[in-house]
Structure formats: structure tokens, C-alpha cells
């Protein structure tokens, strides 16, 4: 049973660019968020995606956007890149809420860079 | 607003020794769930436990323990006799009930290093 796949592993961009990661869930889940890890913090929650549609948002600019394919994979957009954006995107996915238990289980991440 | 303190930033044990992570929260509902994740250099979370807010029943998994007290917004993780593959970063993390989504509130976490 694959578990949350995450591509790529590392990735380097200079300020103003835009980037992609991509995430693929666990086997049967539906759900998939998106988490930011600057170094030394915790994670901090960026969105949740459900049935193709972006169902909570965490406190990140209009710069960082997602989308959900109909196979449940995901992808997160962010435009105009900052010094700033350097962090581990984490991505996780789980059942939707109230269907049964609902622990979020999470990728590898993708270390992003920005110089 | 909810939020999650873990005000041990780096604790450093030897082998065997016994040691305790505290995670202290915030909010404002009645319902809510606690979860406990592991963080090896990988970098992946490791899920490890999930509480409910209306089941203050204290937890034993193995070297691992919980105790949940709502009187004092506490959720602390105790390693008994620790090991060298217990070192990495913990993270305590909190989860409304009613959210529309499950959005998970994350404490700064706590880097534990268990030296031989």
C-alpha cells in the first residue's frame, strides 16, 4: 500500500519565479492539504482540497494556490516567489471529515529553495 | 483561535534515561482532538497518536506514554527508557471538531537528541 508520494524531493528557484509540487495520497484517501515548514518551526497549514475544490485556507497569500485532479492527486502553485518561500512543503492526505477516523498522514515533502 | 505551545525547543538525553515533551494548548471549544507526530531527519511525519478532548484517559503504547489533562490544557509525551532512534523533532498539534476540513494547528516542536 503506497503511502503520500511527494516530486520532486528538491527544488531551486530564484525570487519572481513560479514552481509546482505534486502529491499523490495514500490509497484510498480523498482529502489532501498542503503545509509549509520553514526551518525550525513547525508546520504551518496553507489549504485542504476536497473533491476538486479548495475547502479551507490557512492564513497564505492569493500567491499560493492548488488544485485536485479527479484521481485525488494535487498539485500546489506558487507565483512571484520570495526569499520567504524557502521551506519543506509537506503534503498530506485523509478520509473527509466524518468518515471514520480521519489522521493525516503525510509525504516526504519537497524542500524548496529560493535564492 | 487555537493555538499549540511546546516550550522545550531542544532537549538532550543519554540512552535509557526517561524523558518528558510538554505541549500546552489553546482554544476555545469543547471538542476537539490532540495528536502527537515524529519528525526523523527524512523529514516525513510520523503519525503517533490521537486524542479526543472527552477522553482524558491517560495512554501506553510501548515506551511510549500520554498523559491528557484538560485542566490544565496539557498533552504531554513521555519516553521511557529512551533509545538512539528516538531522537528527532516532535511535534504536538491540535484539531477543531466542527472545521470544515481537519486543518491541523502544529506546536514550534521539540528536538530531542538521545545520545549512547
Known amino acids: 500500500d503506497a503511502g503520500v508520494t511527494q516530486s520532486p524531493t528538491h527544488l531551486i528557484k530564484t525570487r519572481g519565479q513560479q514552481v509546482t509540487l505534486r502529491c499523490s495520497p495514500k490509497s484510498g484517501h480523498d482529502t489532501v492539504s498542503w503545509y509549509q515548514q520553514a526551518l525550525g518551526q513547525g508546520p504551518q497549514f496553507i489549504f485542504q482540497?476536497?473533491?476538486?475544490?479548495?475547502?479551507q485556507r490557512g492564513n497564505f497569500p492569493d500567491r499560493f494556490s492548488g488544485h485536485q485532479f479527479p484521481n485525488y492527486s494535487s498539485e500546489l502553485n506558487v507565483n512571484a516567489l520570495l526569499l520567504g518561500d524557502s521551506a519543506l512543503y509537506l503534503c498530506a492526505s485523509s478520509l473527509a471529515v466524518g468518515q471514520g477516523r480521519n489522521e493525516q498522514f503525510f509525504g516526504p515533502g519537497t524542500r524548496l529553495t529560493v535564492l | 483561535a487555537q493555538k499549540v505551545t511546546q516550550a522545550q525547543t531542544e532537549i538532550s538525553v543519554v540512552e535509557k534515561e526517561d524523558v518528558t515533551l510538554d505541549c500546552v494548548y489553546e482554544?476555545?471549544?469543547?471538542?476537539?482532538?490532540l495528536f502527537w507526530y515524529k519528525q526523523p531527519p527524512s523529514g516525513e511525519l510520523v503519525f503517533l497518536i490521537r486524542?479526543?478532548?472527552?477522553?482524558?484517559q491517560n495512554e501506553i503504547s510501548g515506551r511510549y506514554s500520554w498523559n491528557f489533562q484538560k485542566s490544565t490544557s496539557s498533552f504531554n509525551f513521555t519516553i521511557t527508557a529512551s533509545q538512539v532512534v528516538d531522537s528527532a523533532v516532535y511535534f504536538c498539534?491540535?484539531?477543531?471538531?466542527?472545521?470544515?476540513?481537519?486543518?491541523?494547528?502544529f506546536g514550534g516542536g521539540t528536538r530531542l537528541m538521545v545520545k549512547p
Open positions: 498539534a491540535l484539531r477543531m471538531s466542527n472545521n470544515a476540513g481537519n486543518m491541523l494547528t
Open positions: 482554544t476555545r471549544d469543547t471538542t476537539y482532538y
Open positions: 486524542r479526543n478532548s472527552f477522553d482524558e
Open positions: 482540497y476536497y473533491e476538486e475544490e479548495e475547502r
